[in-house]
């Protein structure tokens, strides 16, 4: 028999990331940090362009895994760095494998993080606004 909470919300069922997901997501960020600054089997287009990793999310069952990440200076070639992380994607993934003792190898994801764009975009709203 169920319960009827007469305070239930919903945001209260919603979690973030418990204290083992962070710290395997943050073993991750410096594993990626490291991918690419030691790889060689990279897509090529990589080497040339530095990334910056800004966030890192695993799912709660470890097997997924969501990359944002910025290009320095090098906004204009979004699609081709987005394609070279796709052919690249199988390579980071086994190098993270092999740094990361997991049961399972976690499918690593890659997007390009908006963050920046839509907070600069709302502050010119509230400037305009403001005028």
């Known amino acids: 028999m169920l319960k009827k909470n007469k305070n239930f919300k919903f945001k209260t069922r919603e979690k973030g990331q418990t204290t083992r997901q962070q710290k395997i ?76 003792n997991l049961k399972y190898s976690p499918e690593i994801r890659f997007f390009f993080d908006r963050f920046y764009e839509t907070m600069k975009a709302i502050e010119e709203i509230n400037q305009d606004k403001g005028e």
Do not use: M, W
């Open 25 to 100: 997501s943050q073993e991750i960020h410096n594993a990626l940090i490291e991918c690419f600054q030691k790889s060689g089997r990279l897509d090529p287009l990589l080497s040339h362009h530095a990334l910056t990793i800004t966030k890192v999310n695993i799912s709660a069952d470890l097997k997924l895994v969501n990359c944002f990440y910025l290009p320095f200076g090098n906004a204009d070639q979004e699609q081709k760095i987005e394609e070279a992380l796709e052919n690249s994607r199988y390579v980071i993934r086994d190098y993270v494998t092999k740094k990361i």
